[in-house]
């Protein structure tokens, strides 16, 4: 039942959808249209395939953490390394997806909002693989946060236009993005970085991310035998997430676990919980949890990771939560860089902020689970960009 | 018929085009938009569009975002907004339109929002994001209500889907002349004559122009094409750079009054009986 999710609208159950402005309808079913041509088109999916192997450098492996799993003395945890993709973490598939899509689609330039900027990095470099104009709406506050990726846009070729709106982050940067659109719609291919937005962008992207749960699955099944018993990944918009956990979504035994920034704590104002903290609103053209406050204005999230820092999030996300299928939790900003630092020393392995959160996810739940269980934690992306950040929230501890 | 098509069809049969105003509610608070409506309307406004203020307004440019930020500062929230426009209605006939984003409707309750912006006197909402695909579950409430559902064609709706819109448009057809977000570009007078022709040849209700009318020149030249032009952000502007300053009551009617008069200047059977 879950799988015949979305309906023709785009709709799972009560989220989703495309509560979208006129000028975009167009633009909207016209991408719809394209994507589902190309969905079934052998040639776009051996061409998505080609790129993904002999550019991104897929697979990833499925890495078993052995001194992690021997130090929390639970299940046996497997880490699916989308660090290790080109560009540093899982958001080149879906842009490699998407900017071949642009390309069929006779599109010259291409748009992109971004938080952490690994969407932005994902965004520029498909773009200066394909010679196409690229411009990249970013927050103030991230581009402070995220300086190094703000270089390596703009020696990708792409045009960084900071957003100084509201908290000056992704949820901005969003808003920016989607005005430009509106404006430029014509020429211009819209390339959303999360499951999010109107109908068809969270199908798409979930397609185009779904590589990673088709590899882990198989990967799995080759080395343990048998299927996981949970998967664990961090939720913003929930594109790595979803990505893991909709090759398992007809396998009622693996359970899935998405994790929500709790920022400073959910009793603060300072997190990014959307499914946890919540309620149901209408934003960037989707329907699904947000957080806002009782006038249904929309609040700022907050998240020491920048890519956590939204507040909605997919609402296929939404759905899996309300149906029960996934469970979602969420842990603070303290547990994510403890996370961060013992995955480093542990294993050598240094995760992205965001996926430090799973990690420390993993690290409460694991031990409580027996021995031969098997969890596998998506590590989405990797740490190099988040050394300043870490710096300082250690120098704020000292 | 409601307010909306017995002002459009009065207008119309004296020769005349319908000047539709928006400001934002709440800007630079709430009982200066209360005040500032009577006088717009007395110095020639035929409709008022009331701005809802968002968090984030994803079609409006720089000015109306500017406007919903100090309204929403200065507490704005839907609950007061339908207060005003009830007291506003009160003393004055002017037809109301509510312009906004669906959320804070959605958080406020669609069902509660149709009964109360009624009997407040409201005549016609303008839900930004909810395109005819998602309108259902808002208009299950405010149809009934008696609320007109004002819809958007904009420059890139294509025909087919121009005239499912207009088959469940009510009140009046609301065409985007530009493609972008609100106040940051002029409508091309060629472009706006060939496409309003082409959605009158669709529908019966009437068509105001607006997005990107900022001048009484504008006003002018894209009056005579339609049966009504929006001005939005011009005035927004002007009430933010006025702020609470006694100049602004005064500075935004004699503005309305520029544009009232370029109007009807422009429409050369102004007048004739």
């Known amino acids: ?398 | 018929m409601g307010r909306i098509e017995e002002r459009f069809t009065a207008l119309k049969k004296e020769g005349r085009k319908t000047f539709v105003a928006y400001l934002t509610a709440g800007d630079p608070d709430l009982e200066t938009t209360a005040r500032l409506i009577p006088a717009l309307e007395a110095a020639g406004v035929d409709i008022i569009e009331i701005g809802v203020p968002f968090s984030d307004p994803t079609a409006d440019g720089p000015v109306i975002q500017a406007a919903s930020q100090r309204a929403l500062k200065r507490g704005a929230t839907l609950a007061k907004i339908l207060a005003m426009t009830a007291s506003l209605r009160r003393t004055s006939g002017i037809p109301i339109v509510l312009f906004g984003y669906y959320n804070p409707i959605l958080s406020y309750g669609p069902e509660k929002f149709a009964g109360e912006a009624a009997a407040s006197g409201v005549d016609g909402i303008l839900v930004v994001d909810l395109p005819p695909e998602e309108a259902d579950e808002l208009r299950c409430y405010t149809d009934p209500a008696g609320l007109a559902f004002i819809t958007l064609i904009a420059p890139t709706t294509d025909p087919v889907r121009a005239r499912k819109i207009l088959r469940r448009a009510t009140g009046f057809v609301y065409y985007i002349s530009v493609t972008g977000v609100t106040g940051t570009a002029a409508p091309r007078a060629d472009d706006v004559r060939s496409d309003v022709e082409r959605l009158k040849r669709m529908t019966a209700l009437p068509v105001a122009v607006g997005f990107g009318i900022s001048t009484p020149g504008q006003a002018a030249a894209i009056a005579p094409l339609s049966d009504g032009i929006v001005v939005g952000s011009a005035l927004v502007r002007l009430i933010g750079e006025k702020g609470t300053s006694d100049d602004l009551v005064p500075a935004a009617t004699s503005f309305a009054g520029e544009i009232r008069r370029a109007i009807d200047a422009a429409c050369p059977s102004q007048g004739k009986k």
């Open chain 1, 1 to 398: 039942m879950i799988r015949t999710q979305p309906d023709r609208r785009g709709h799972f159950g009560i989220f989703g959808g495309r509560y979208a402005a006129e000028t975009l309808m167009p633009a909207l079913l016209e991408l719809e249209t394209a994507y589902r041509a190309a969905r079934r088109d052998a040639s776009f999916k051996k061409e998505f395939s080609f790129y993904l192997h002999e550019y991104a450098g897929r697979e990833t492996p499925l890495y078993e953490a052995r001194r992690l799993t021997e130090t929390l003395g639970g299940a046996k945890i497997y880490l699916k390394r989308e660090d290790m993709n080109h560009t540093g973490s899982h958001k080149i598939n879906n842009t490699l997806g998407q900017v071949l899509l642009a390309r069929r689609m006779g599109k010259k330039k291409v748009i992109a909002e971004t938080g952490a900027g690994q969407h932005g990095v994902a965004t520029a470099t498909a773009a200066a693989l394909f010679g196409m104009e690229c411009r990249i709406f970013m927050g103030e506050e991230d581009i402070r946060r995220q300086a190094h990726n703000v270089f390596r846009m703009k020696i990708l070729g792409a045009e960084v236009t900071p957003v100084d709106a509201g908290t000056a982050t992704l949820k901005d940067a969003m808003n920016e993005a989607m005005r430009d659109w509106v404006s430029s719609v014509r020429d211009t291919f819209y390339v959303i970085g999360t499951t999010a937005g109107p109908h068809p962008y969270p199908v798409m992207v979930r397609d185009f991310q779904s590589v990673i749960g088709r590899e882990a699955r198989r990967q799995i099944l080759k080395k343990e035998g048998r299927l996981p018993d949970l998967l664990i990944a961090c939720v913003g918009g929930g594109s790595n997430a979803l990505g893991l956990f909709y090759p398992f979504l007809a396998d009622p035994a693996v359970a899935m676990t998405g994790v929500e920034a709790a920022g400073k704590g959910l009793d603060t104002a300072l997190h990014a919980a959307s499914i946890t903290a919540g309620r149901v609103g209408v934003l960037h053209g989707n329907k699904t949890y947000l957080l806002q406050d009782e006038h249904g204005q929309v609040r700022d999230a907050y998240a020491i990771a920048a890519g956590l820092d939204y507040p909605g999030v997919g609402p296929e996300h939404a759905w899996l939560h309300a149906t029960g299928r996934a469970r979602y939790v969420s842990v603070t900003d303290e547990e994510a860089v403890e996370a961060f630092v013992a995955l480093s020393r542990q294993e050598g392995i240094t995760p992205a902020l965001e996926s430090a959160h799973a990690v420390a996810w993993a690290m409460k739940t694991a031990p409580a689970m027996a021995k031969d269980k098997i969890a596998i934690i998506n590590l989405s992306g990797r740490g190099d960009k988040d050394a300043e950040t870490i710096a300082e929230s250690r120098e704020e501890k000292e």
